[in-house]
């Protein structure tokens, strides 16, 4: 379970590694000899790789650090999804221990030290784990509610426990705001469990736009996630916007008919706008988003009115399927800027400039996918994702 299950892939110190270059890195056969599983050219990327030979200019530091954030996040969601799924888990397989030439994805990287803290890994590698319980807006729906992304209004989360051994205890919440002040509380009852089951329920009846942290306790275990609240975006102050989706033309018309278009699945031949891209349309390229890759997310001033600059929790909702194909963008648009882009680190052996969010002429262009798990109605991650790119596309004020 620690191992392919949930690899993440980190971004590794390739500035360090150019600089002490270890045998294994060599080209030279006498001392690094190709095998059957050694074929990823890594002494290729150290010489030219940017993050190798520019590592100050290219932010390599920065993507490490953005890149270890986002592996505990992998690690962790994966495996509280495995345990609240399987009663009978009692361990895992280790694999993966340490990186190798062809991975980056070991608990300790490749001078031993270890990429996560016994405190970031004990919440979800303990005997007992604490972890969300997926809700349906209604039971003969597929789509799952969002846990952690909510409309302001009443908040409720279903938690769970999975205990190697028996536990007694009793459920207990907050719900704190980013000075730490305590906005909610609560409580359950004394029960015990054995394997995995239901222990309780948040519920937050008045919540406000906002950004939070959830801290949940059973007995011993403790864990805890961070919540987003968002206001429902009001559509109708868009007014100079409309839709245009090829593959639905039922599609709710949420905005006006006006000429800034919010497209889906196609360019359309004039005006600009914000377009939404996924796997299989024309400009796009199949490729993971969660596996095998570190993001850099550049220009701070767009991330600061598109709040999703490495909050791994509102991005997971709106997960994309693909990467925007940078030979399209250059030949549709020319230049353009890009403001979300993928770093394959698996194994460094694909191109580093896969581009997920750019500014292209009078179109912003992505494959964030704001309907990833449910209608943009049900979505508070989706609908914020387009209220927010519409607002920066074409401000209001």
């Known amino acids: ?12 110190d390739l500035a360090r590694l150019g600089d002490e270059l270890p045998f294994w890195t060599s080209s030279l056969p006498e001392l690094n000899a190709r095998g059957t ?77 270890p990429r996560l803290s016994p405190e970031e890994s004990a919440p979800w590698n303990g005997l007992a784990c604490l972890f969300p319980i997926p809700r ?45 002040r305590t906005v909610a509380r609560g409580a359950g009852q004394d029960r015990s469990v054995n394997g995995a089951g239901e222990i309780g329920t948040v519920t937050w009846s008045q919540a406000v736009a906002g950004s939070y942290r959830l801290e949940v306790g059973f007995g011993a275990t403790e864990n805890a996630w961070d919540l987003w609240v968002v206001k ?13 989706d090829p593959k639905d033309e039922d599609r709710p018309p949420f905005l006006g008919e006006g000429g800034h278009i919010v497209a889906f699945h196609r360019l359309p031949e004039s005006a600009g706008g914000v377009l939404f891209l996924e796997d299989g349309d024309v400009g796009t390229t199949s490729s993971t988003f969660w596996e095998g890759s570190a993001l850099e997310f550049r220009a701070d001033a767009f991330w600061q009115s598109v709040p999703f600059g490495e909050r791994w929790q509102r991005l997971l909702s ?35 400039e896969c581009p997920i969010l750019v500014r292209a002429g009078n179109w912003i262009v992505t494959t964030l996918r704001p309907e990833a798990i449910g209608s943009l109605g049900d979505s508070p991650a989706g609908s914020t994702l387009v209220a927010s790119l519409m607002e920066s596309a074409y401000p209001s004020g």
């Open 136 to 180: 349906r807006k209604l039971l003969h729906r597929v789509v799952e509610i969002d846990p952690f992304n909510h409309f302001e209004g009443v908040v409720r989360l279903s938690l769970g426990l999975h205990t190697e051994t028996s536990q007694r205890g009793a459920l207990w919440w907050r719900i704190v705001d980013e000075t730490g």
């Open 318 to 352: 709106v997960s994309p399927n693909a990467e925007l194909d940078a030979p399209w963008l250059q030949s549709t648009f020319g230049e353009y800027q890009t403001f979300l882009n993928r770093v394959d680190t698996s194994p460094y052996g694909l191109a580093q």
């Open 37 to 113: 599983r050694l074929g990823t050219e890594l002494s290729h990327w150290l010489d030219h790789s940017r993050f190798a030979n520019e590592p100050t200019k290219s932010g390599h530091k920065a993507l490490m650090a953005s890149s270890r954030s986002k592996e505990a996040f992998v690690r962790k969601s994966r495996v509280e999804a495995a345990r609240a799924r399987a009663a009978w888990v009692r361990g895992y397989a280790l694999s993966d221990l340490r990186d190798t030439p062809v991975s980056s994805a070991g608990l300790f990287d490749d001078w031993g030290t």
């Open 232 to 244: 429902r975006p009001a559509w109708k102050e868009f007014e100079e916007w409309r839709t245009e």
């Open 1 to 12: 379970m620690l191992g392919e299950y949930v690899a993440g892939h980190a971004h590794r």
